[in-house]
């Protein structure tokens, strides 16, 4: 009790009591009651939370200091700080007041005495009740609270109640803490609607994962908002910069979201994907008053004689003006809008529904993007001249790649081939005859008849072996080698046109030793696989002392310029920074087709080949983002017997070579070691980072600071395997999306790093775990430390019986592991 007492004579004494505090000036509020009232803009006051984060009162307009808006803001912070306002689509001049009446109603009255405030009948107690500001920025008058009338913003320690925030330019709402739309059209939405916003940064969803922000437990300031360019994002607040910085968004590509462009127009992502521009169909021109955003019109009616242009990745949304339709193939698409004279084009999804829109009147939220499988066909008259500019779509997507079916060119040297054909069919038949009497003999020869054939490349090369072009068909074919387009350590890369129109990568090898055998038998190596997800080798050239090597040309570059924001590789030419961002269906696709192109060189082909240098800039994404493994040919030769023979030169890239290797050199070089190059490979699809570079958000502890350990922690310790991920396409795993690929990445990613060889599955268990057919335990946390202890003691148990389990190939993992493990541990 005298506690008590002692307690409140200290508050008293320290804060003291408004009474206490009044004086026959105004000052600013602690808290606003009807003997203060009225409070008018002139009078320039303002109402402080009790911590001085916020204030609330009258603002003038940026552009005009004679209207006012009564608003909450945060008092501390200079730019974009407000985050509620009573009036912010009816500002008020110098002779509005707020008021409270003497029956006890706020009101906020303009110039002519008309109600402004939100809740137009907020009434309490007159003369106890006061209008006070809380510390999370509530403004409470009685059982009033601004919490439960948002505008455009939900603070930290605000329950979102099912409300509605609309962006100040009025065009965007979040509807009911669900629905994300434009108008009644949503294009973003929760399974469950939002809950509450955690001083964390968390916001909390019954039955479904929270959403992060990138820099989740921070102390900084931070709100939702429903922007104006139509985004739910997460905004929080850097006091060094000072500005706000976006920490999570409902819509990585701003393009998703509807009416960023006009009708019969397409959103088209500039970069980095926080800015947008719009483009018109082919047969349509900008509006004549706002340009391709406000929309476009079209050049030419279209009359009985008409066609179909494709715009490939184009997709239209939204709007009553469209009629889904099943389909079995495009041409019954195609003749249902034939059918209708209100369509005007029709988007075919690829994703394996076959789903037919029909755009009637007009083609609505149009968009581009590279992870978008669908193509759209719009009616223009036969006349239009206009071409589709959108391509690259070649043939239906499929989570595997495609298979080309195309007819090779053939050989140049066909004479030759048929002749040693014949050569060896006469000889091997003369031998047959005479071979047959003694078995073994004609055995022992059919060997060496086949080596033979496998030496003159006749094997595997049926038609269309590399051909041999000369170094003036080269040159001329490259323009004097006057376009780089790359290079790498084996030299550097041109891009050129053949005369059959074929383009070219032409990579000329540099300190190539040996004689014209070593290189022959380099380039024969590298033409006999033949593989989706390798680089096609078309021939090579060996001539004035010149070692070149002749490739497809692969237009998009490499993963690396897709995957880090900015390339810290110095000897690769910069393509220029206008990638898209790949979202986690294209990235999986790519983590699998470069693991099975492993696979096939590692256990597949009729030579075991060793790739050495896998990382971000050795694979190259087509078209369509399928993923092609170059380099190869520069890679040591594993006979079937595990002996390596090497044959290039070549070490690996720092931050990809296996621990092993660093320690014990390149001679015990084995498949594990591409395994690790891979796994590391497979966590820079995962996370967007370099394993050198620092995540971002993340403090390295030590100079030991290593990328696949501190993934590890994230994932399977501390569970959070949401920092790991790209966070400029994490939302996607927030939503549940893409949940299930993602973990199995990360999974694989784990035990590809495993510092121990024996512990990493083979490349072809790699694919399975991908592809998921195979059940993956939980992996143990990978580390560079094992090196000084590995070289002493005897193996790991379980990695040996990982390893023995794996050389009879039998599925991954055994299904001794986890009872060997614990026995063992
Ligand atoms: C109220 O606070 C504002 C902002 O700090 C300040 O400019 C103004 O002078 C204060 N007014 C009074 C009467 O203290
Ligand atoms: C207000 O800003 C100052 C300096 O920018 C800072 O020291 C202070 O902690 C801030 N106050 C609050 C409540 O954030
Ligand atoms: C002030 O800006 C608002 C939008 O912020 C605009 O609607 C208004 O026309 C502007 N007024 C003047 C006088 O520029
Ligand atoms: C303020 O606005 C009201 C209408 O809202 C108008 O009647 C009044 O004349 C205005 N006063 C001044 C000083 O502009
Ligand atoms: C406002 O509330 C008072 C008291 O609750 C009530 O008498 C009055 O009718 C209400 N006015 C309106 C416009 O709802
Ligand atoms: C407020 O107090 C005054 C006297 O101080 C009294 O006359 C009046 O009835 C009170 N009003 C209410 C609503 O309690
Ligand atoms: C957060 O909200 C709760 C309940 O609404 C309230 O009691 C508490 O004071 C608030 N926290 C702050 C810092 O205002
Ligand atoms: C939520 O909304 C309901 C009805 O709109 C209201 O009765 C309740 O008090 C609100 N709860 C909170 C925590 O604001
Ligand atoms: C969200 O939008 C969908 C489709 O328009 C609708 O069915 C649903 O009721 C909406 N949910 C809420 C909570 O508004
Ligand atoms: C947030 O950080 C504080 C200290 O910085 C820590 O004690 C707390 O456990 C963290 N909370 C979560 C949910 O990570
Ligand atoms: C887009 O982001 C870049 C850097 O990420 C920034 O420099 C630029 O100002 C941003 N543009 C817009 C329109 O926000
Ligand atoms: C297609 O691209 C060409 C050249 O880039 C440009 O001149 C033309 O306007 C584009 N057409 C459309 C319909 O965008």
Redesign the pocket.
């Known amino acids: 009790m005298s506690l008590a007492v002692a307690f409140s004579a200290l508050f008293l004494l320290f804060f003291p009591s408004p009474a206490a505090a009044q004086s026959p000036k105004p000052t600013n509020f602690s808290a606003f009651s009807i003997s203060q009232s009225p409070w008018r803009p002139s009078q320039n006051l303002v109402l402080l939370s009790p911590?001085?984060?916020f204030a609330a009162g009258f603002r003038p307009l940026p552009n005009n200091s004679n209207l006012f808006i009564f608003s909450v803001w945060y008092?501390?912070i200079s730019t974009d700080n407000v985050v509620w306002s009573a009036n912010r689509l009816h500002p008020v001049n110098g002779s509005a007041a707020l008021v409270i009446t003497a029956t006890g109603q706020l009101r906020l009255n303009d110039g002519s005495g008309r109600n402004l405030w939100p809740f137009n009948n907020v009434t309490a107690n007159s003369n106890s009740t006061q209008l006070i500001l809380r510390d999370d920025g509530d403004l409470i008058y009685g059982t009033w609270e601004s919490f439960q009338f948002p505008t455009n913003t939900i603070l930290p320690n605000q329950t979102f109640n099912g409300t509605t925030i609309i962006s100040n330019n009025g065009k965007y709402s979040f509807v009911n803490s669900v629905n994300l739309t434009f108008g009644t059209e949503r294009y973003w939405w929760t399974d469950n609607p939002f809950k509450n916003f955690e001083n964390t940064g968390q916001i909390n969803r019954d039955n479904q994962n929270p959403i992060y922000p990138t820099d989740f437990n921070s102390t900084r300031?931070r709100k939702l908002v429903v922007d104006d360019d139509g985004n739910l994002k997460i905004l929080s607040f850097d006091?060094n910069s000072p500005r706000w910085d976006m920490v999570w968004q409902a819509h990585v590509e701003l393009c998703q979201i509807f009416h960023t462009c006009g009708p019969n127009s397409i959103c088209m992502s500039s970069g980095s994907y926080n800015s947008t521009y719009c483009v018109c169909a082919p047969g349509f021109s900008p509006d004549p008053r706002g340009g391709a955003r406000q929309g476009c019109n079209r050049k030419l009616n279209v009359s009985n004689k008409l066609k179909f242009l494709q715009l490939d990745f184009v997709n239209f949304r939204g709007g009553a003006n469209q009629i889904f339709i099943q389909t079995p193939n495009i041409s019954v698409c195609q003749a249902n809008c034939l059918k209708n004279s209100s369509c005007v084009g029709y988007t075919f999804s690829f994703e394996g529904n076959d789903q037919c829109v029909l755009q009637l009147d007009m083609l609505s939220n149009g968009l581009w993007s590279p992870g978008m499988k669908t193509a759209a066909f719009v009616k223009v008259d036969n006349s239009e001249t206009d071409q589709s500019n959108f391509t690259g779509m070649k043939y239906k997507l499929q989570t595997t790649c495609p298979v080309h079916i195309s007819i090779r060119p053939p050989p140049d040297n066909k004479d030759k081939t048929t002749r040693n054909i014949w050569i060896i069919v006469s000889i091997f038949i003369a031998e047959l005859i005479s071979g047959a009497v003694f078995f073994c003999a004609f055995l022992k020869r059919f060997i060496k008849y086949r080596d033979m054939a496998r030496t003159l490349g006749l094997e595997s090369l049926p038609a269309g072996g590399p051909k041999r072009f000369s170094y003036e068909e080269l040159k001329i074919a490259t323009n004097d080698f006057s376009n780089p387009v790359g290079k790498g350590g084996f030299g550097e890369v041109f891009k050129g046109e053949l005369p059959d129109k074929r383009v070219i990568a032409v990579k000329c090898l540099k300190n190539v030793s040996g004689g014209d055998g070593d290189f022959w038998a380099e380039v024969t190596i590298i033409a006999r696989m033949h593989h989706l997800n390798l680089l096609r080798l078309w021939g090579f050239c060996a001539e004035k002392g010149q070692r070149m090597l002749v490739y497809e040309y692969i237009p998009n570059g490499s993963l690396d310029k897709f995957l880090f924001v900015k390339s810290s590789s110095s000897d690769s030419i910069e393509i220029d920074g206008e990638n898209p961002l790949l979202d986690w269906g294209i990235r999986y696709r790519i983590a699998i087709g470069v693991a099975r192109a492993i696979a096939y060189l590692h256990e597949e082909c009729l030579e075991w080949v060793l790739h050495r240098d896998i990382k971000p800039e050795n694979i190259l994404l087509d078209n369509d983002f399928c993923p092609k493994l170059s380099d190869f040919g520069l890679s040591k030769l594993k006979e079937n017997d595990g002996t390596a023979v090497s044959i290039s030169r070549i070490r690996g890239t720092p931050g990809y070579v296996a621990p092993e290797l660093v320690k014990l050199g390149s001679n015990s070089m084995t498949t594990k070691a591409d395994v690790y190059s891979f796994g590391m490979v497979l966590l820079e699809i995962i996370s967007g980072t370099r394993n050198f570079d620092t995540k971002e958000g993340s403090t390295v502890e030590s100079a030991f600071w290593y990328f696949p350990s501190w993934a590890f922690e994230k994932a399977f310790v501390e569970e959070k395997i949401e920092e790991v991920l790209d966070s400029r396409i994490r939302n996607q795993y927030d939503s549940g999306a893409h949940f299930a690929i993602i973990n199995r990445m990360v999974q694989t990613a784990m035990w590809c790093l495993q510092s121990q060889p024996e512990m990493r599955p083979s490349m072809g268990k790699v694919v399975k775990m991908l592809e998921g057919k195979l059940e993956i335990p939980n992996p143990e946390k990978p580390s560079i430390y094992f090196l000084s202890e590995g070289q002493e003691g005897p193996k790991h148990p379980i990695a040996m019986v990982v390893d023995s389990v794996d050389s009879m190939d039998s599925d991954f993992p055994p299904a001794e592991y986890s009872s060997t493990s614990q026995s063992f541990g």
């Open positions: 911590n001085s984060l008092f501390n300031l006091p």
